[in-house]
């Protein structure tokens, strides 16, 4: 990993939006001090979203993972022994301080900003070599991790061989990075989107992430087609042309994909609703 750098708006959407892992040097602003049982403790309220992933023996096909919100004694029997880690969505809610991190990234639409999440692991807990398939930006809070990256996964089938079969976690076997690399506390980190990375952590320690999603591409085709299908009357018909051989022509299919294409570009197709309608789909 490179050196850390100044957070420059038009060099970090030209150059590294999308495309690269890069590390920055952190805002002034940006000095939390954040307590691990406060942010533990958030997953014993009953409306809060939390998850907690254990990797006995630090064997990935043994990993368990249960959804919040916990009991005392589930976070008080964690032990050193077992490798954990545990996910709190939302964070900014309960400490609007963290707002801040939000702020620096204004320019990001606000129909994209996801929440920010606190993990907290226990000694070599992670949450397995995985990938996002967004945009996440990496802030160290308290003790040290050691992260390493791997190259993007292009293809889709690459990507599903190299899973881990399980119903709610999408973990890579046979991960590989050549380096290893840690965040400083007075740096974050910004993970493009398909990019493999695996973080480990030495001791107990806290971290926020703040992804940027974007739908995905099969539900905005869904909202798309709703959008558009409202528009033609139900009693229209395709219209064929007949020819002796008695065969139907797939320039009939052709024409309605030439319709679909002057729908969608009417000008009131208007694309934050459309992002905003395949949020709500997708529930996130
Ligand atoms: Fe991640």
Known sequence: MNQSIDFEKSHFIKNIWNKKAQLYRRPDNWNFDLDLNE??????EEESISRLIKIPDNNLHNLEYTQGPFNEE??????????????????EQYLPDLNVIKDKFNFIPEDLREDIMGVICGPNGSTGPHIDQYSVFIIPISGKKTWSLESKINSVEEFNNRLIPHDDLKILRNFKSNTTFT?????????????????????????????????RVQIILDVLYTKVIERIHEDERLKVSLNKDGILNFKEINEVSRLLEVLLNQNNMNIDEVIKEARLWEGY
Not at 185 to 214: C, M, N, Q, R, W
């Open 39 to 44: 942010i533990s403790s958030i997953t014993l």
């Open 74 to 91: 589930e976070l008080t029997s964690l032990s050193p022994n077992i490798p954990w880690s545990i996910m709190v969505q939302n964070l």
């Open 183 to 215: 965040i400083g506390l007075d740096e974050f980190l910004y993970i493009p989107p398909g990019l493999a990375h695996h973080a480990v952590s030495d001791e107990l320690s806290l971290s926020l992430s703040y992804g940027v999603k974007t739908p």
